[in-house]
């Protein structure tokens, strides 16, 4: 490993691109275990309707957490490249501290294998570029996640004792300053990289910075009536459904069922509401939607406010088709079944006729293109 040596390459430097990773990496877990489970909610999980952008934020910090990450974690892995391939002599193999060191290294292996494909499937995700993942992608980050995790704290537990001399060992002042690259500087183009792709990345749901976010993959001002798609009509498949004049919401509940024209819904109360749209990819953009309240609906068929509520979509082979709407969002004034963005007709890509919004929650679960509404225990 001649070409690999290094004088930068110490316990000190790996230890302290270990401190700077841990909080990354629970920052990260934590906001995407949540993103998971408002998507997928056990039975004690509870995600409130309010404040609106709570989601936004824990996602928007999901996302800039994993993507500032990357530079951190191929600099650990630069730090520590040599000693993972190190093998012992021939001799040492039946020495009971070789194997144990053995196994370390692989429970390293596996930290460092799950590290890769966890930042590797969510800047896939990101990007949308699902076709190149070959898997559900929910899945494969969700449980690839706890592997990380329970690595990283198996890691941590074994290499305490190491970071905890190197980090307290005294700095011993050099007898002749390093030609070239020094570890402050090392450890300060890390920094600075982390920082830059977090500004180039994070205008994505900070709209103040969309302009200086070069590397962003979607820019929140740009889309029908200025808000970003993910998936259009025509990709869905809805184009002839949506815009067919013999379209009606059926509202399924308690005590009876109604189906709703375009026109019928307009002719109801209509309530405005500026609510964020965020979609797990990692971009949001704020919006003023105007619709029908759906408690006004979950009433009209007798239900109340204990009631979850099924939102399905026209759209048929999706597994975010259908969306359950949990009682306080469902009885909160600002959740809509929206019929106008920016006091337009909604974009045919944004949901024609009409679609769910509901504060507080991700896009894949503001259904669009909607055919029907179950309230009560039906749904």
């Known amino acids: 490993m001649k070409g690999f040596t290094s004088t930068l390459r110490t316990p000190r430097l790996t230890s302290q691109l270990g401190v700077w990773l841990g909080p990354m990496f629970a920052i990260c877990f934590v906001t995407g275990f949540i993103s998971h489970e408002i998507q997928h909610p056990a039975s004690w999980f509870f995600w409130p309707a309010h404040p609106v952008w709570l989601y936004r934020v824990t996602q928007g910090m999901h996302v800039a957490t994993g993507l500032a990450s990357i530079p951190l ?22 020495n009971v501290q070789t194997w144990a060191q053995l196994l370390e290294r692989l429970s390293v292996l596996v930290l460092v294998v799950a590290a890769i494909v966890q930042l590797s499937s969510g800047v896939l995700n990101i990007a949308r570029w699902y076709a190149a993942m070959g898997f559900f992608f929910t899945s494969l980050h969700y449980w690839t996640a706890w ?14 004792p190491v970071v905890r001399r190197a980090l307290a060992a005294p700095v011993r002042p050099l007898r002749r300053p390093p030609a070239g690259l020094t570890r402050r500087g090392l450890l300060t183009t890390v920094a600075a990289t982390s920082a830059v792709v ?7 749901t900070v709209r103040p910075l969309a302009a ?3 590397l962003a993959d979607r820019d929140p001002r740009v889309g029908p009536q200025g808000v970003p798609v993910n998936k259009s009509a025509l990709a869905a498949g809805v184009h002839a459904a949506a815009t067919s004049p013999d379209w009606r919401l059926a509202v399924s509940g308690p005590a009876r069922t109604v ?6 819904l307009a002719a109801m109360r209509q309530t405005t509401a500026a609510l964020p749209i965020t979609c797990v990819e990692g971009w949001s953009a704020g919006a003023t939607w105007t619709g029908v309240a759906l408690r006004d609906l979950v009433h009209l068929v007798g239900g109340d406010g204990a009631d979850q509520v099924a939102a399905i979509s026209l759209q048929r082979g999706s597994a975010y088709a259908r969306s359950i709407v949990d009682p306080p969002h469902a009885r909160d004034p600002e959740t ?6 920016h006091g337009e007709p909604l974009h045919l890509d944004h949901g024609y006729p009409a679609r769910l919004i509901a504060p507080n929650r991700p896009g894949v679960l503001q259904t669009k293109w909607l055919s029907q509404l179950i309230v009560g225990s039906a749904a």
């Open 73 to 94: 974690v191929l600099a650990k892995l630069w730090s520590v490249f040599p000693r993972l391939l190190r093998l012992p002599g021939v001799r040492r193999w039946a």
């Open 147 to 160: 592997v990380v995790t329970g690595s990283l704290l198996v890691h941590i537990g074994v290499k305490l």
């Open 198 to 204: 977090t500004a180039a990345t994070v205008g994505e």
């Open 212 to 214: 200086v976010s070069v």
């Open 259 to 264: 189906r709703l024209s375009l026109s019928d």
């Open 336 to 341: 809509l079944i929206a019929l106008r963005l």
